[in-house]
């Protein structure tokens, strides 16, 4: 007899009243398991299966168990979420539920294969009397009790993400597709060929490849691709493609060969986009970020990243900037965070450009990289920031990893003090307004063209604020602002300022001011200021 039988028993015994004697138990799952029906792929266990829709054999996650007694029984596929930190549960993607007897059961979940790809988390709920009792509430970091569901589509990771020209390219491929077909595209560039990839707007640079991947179904495996070709220093992309529509991508830079090619270098936060980089390799159901669990303090940047390969966010800003530089003919040198560190000094960096252009969210920044961009405006350097949040947090690398550190202002470098303005506030777009513009009587050539005068608007903008401290260096101007937008003293403020070494420094204060650069006061704005800091 079971301990909740017994003690029923007891107090009916004992002449109890019915609403004394202890209720029923939910009864338990035992020997929860899944399987894909077919072959394992390489790092599957008992709670982690990798399925790959439509694909016969490996087409379907089967959950296996054994109910203590009689219940009803619901499994949900669950998209955990991967950045609203304080909502640890996501989309329900797929759901059913049975009434099943004590014993062994099985129940089965065919991904559609428009699903994306990556790892999901089957939440069992048994309801019985009324209760109920859950399997896969975990949190990140903790025991995984519920199965989790590997969606393989075309993984694809460099091993670094940037190259000069003539080095070789190593893809680490993660996919059980019998053939693949690769192809560089350059993102709105000029090219030998005139294919064009719809989601990344890329243009071919090469012709596509065959490869043939029947060896490596079952597990990842490296692909020594080419080497990157004599191509204009700019921005990437490496496409995997297989025959069933299945597509993966890996973003990297082309640097010149040499600093200072051209006069402007534009660096492109190759840091962030790994911080806010989803992707489960440890196969708990969620992201390996910092942005899904506290626990988390590193992130590794070799993983391919979530969204079919392409950085968090990317298509949203950064690649309208890159667009717009190649729209009006701009002459850069294209760099990542980890050629800004490989410059090694400020006077080197400073010998190379007059201008150095951060378009995107420049958030996570090394000692080295913070030491040679606050020499290089010293030595009279400018400093073009056009989103929010720059220079926040120190992170430091340890072989593949980013480690993160603590924030810059509270290790007594407050980045506003190189910035002009430093991050106040966020909200994740909940709250956005227009800039109101209040420096044009100060700054005429900043708004020259623009149709733009004190209390004039323009855009619409929010998701992270900067605005001044005591750190902003002396005479930071402001040129626009969004007053109180998040609550009381939390105001976006847009800002410029000189230093007596002849630098100049312009920062846009909201995360997605480079994102609306379509918009023609905001390209007149950009190309302005542009011209006065490029000129050196």
């Not at 911080?275 to 590794?300: E, I, L, P």
């Not at 294209?334 to 490989?342: F, G, P, Q, R, V």
Request: proline share 5%; charged share 25%.
């Amino acid at each position: 007899m079971r301990r909740a039988q017994f003690l029923q028993a007891l107090a009916a015994a004992l002449g109890l009243p019915a609403a004394a004697r202890a209720a029923p138990a939910v009864p338990r799952l035992e020997r929860l398991r899944a399987s894909n029906g077919g072959r394992p792929f390489a790092g599957d266990r008992a709670l982690l299966t990798t399925v790959s829709p439509g694909r016969r054999g490996r087409d379907r996650a089967i959950v296996r168990f054994s109910l203590t007694g009689r219940a009803r029984v619901r499994l949900e596929a669950l998209r955990t979420d991967t950045i609203r930190v304080g909502r640890p549960l996501g989309e329900v993607v797929w759901a059913t539920e049975r009434v099943l007897g004590a014993g062994s059961h099985e129940l089965v979940w065919r991904p559609s294969a428009a699903l994306q790809p990556r790892t999901y988390v089957l939440r069992a709920t048994v309801l019985a009397g009324g209760k109920r009792r859950t399997y896969g509430l975990d949190r990140p970091g903790r025991r995984i009790t519920a199965p989790i569901v590997r969606v393989l589509g075309v993984d694809v990771a460099l091993a670094h993400l940037s190259y000069a020209p003539g080095e070789t390219t190593d893809l680490m491929i993660a996919t059980d597709a019998p053939s693949l077909d690769v192809q560089v595209f350059h993102y709105a560039g000029a090219a030998r060929f005139v294919e064009r990839d719809l989601r990344t707007n890329g243009v071919a640079v090469t012709p596509s490849a065959r490869v043939d991947w029947r060896a490596h179904r079952d597990r990842p495996a490296r692909l020594r691709f080419l080497r990157a070709g004599d191509w204009q220093s700019g921005l990437y992309f490496v496409r995997a493609r297989a025959a069933d529509g299945r597509v993966g991508y890996a973003p990297f830079i082309l640097r010149p060969r040499r600093l200072g090619e051209r006069r402007v270098a534009v660096v492109l936060s190759t840091n962030t986009w790994q911080a806010y980089n989803f992707h489960d390799a440890d196969g708990d159901g969620w992201g390996d970020s910092w942005y899904v669990s506290a626990g988390t303090t590193s992130v590794d940047v070799g993983r391919p990243f979530l969204d079919f390969g392409v950085p968090f966010r990317f298509r949203d800003w950064d690649l309208a900037f890159v667009a717009w530089l190649n729209r009006t003919g701009k002459q850069v040198d294209y760099l990542s965070d980890d050629d800004l560190e490989n410059a090694g000094t400020g006077d080197r960096l400073r010998a190379a450009y007059d201008l150095v252009v951060f378009p995107g969210h420049e958030e996570y920044v090394t000692q080295r990289a913070y030491d040679v961009v606050e020499r290089y405006r010293a030595l009279g350097g400018n400093l073009l920031f056009l989103s929010a949040n720059n220079f926040f947090c120190r992170v430091r690398r340890e072989g593949r990893r980013l480690v993160r550190d603590g924030l810059w202002r509270d290790l007594g470098r407050p980045e506003s003090s190189l910035v002009g303005v430093q991050y106040v506030a966020s909200d994740y777009g909940q709250r956005q307004g227009p800039y109101v513009v209040r420096g044009a009587d100060l700054l005429p050539w900043v708004f020259e063209g623009t149709g733009l005068a004190n209390g004039s608007t323009f855009g619409r903008y929010g998701i992270e604020l900067d605005a001044r401290t005591p750190a902003s260096p002396p005479g930071t101007i402001l040129l626009a602002e969004i007053r109180d937008l998040m609550g009381l003293q939390r105001s976006a403020e847009m800002t410029y300022y000189e230093t007596d070494a002849g630098a100049k420094v312009f920062a846009a204060g909201v995360l997605n001011f480079a994102a609306s650069i379509d918009d023609p006061q905001v390209a007149r704005l950009v190309e302005n200021v542009w011209s006065r800091l490029a000129a050196g």
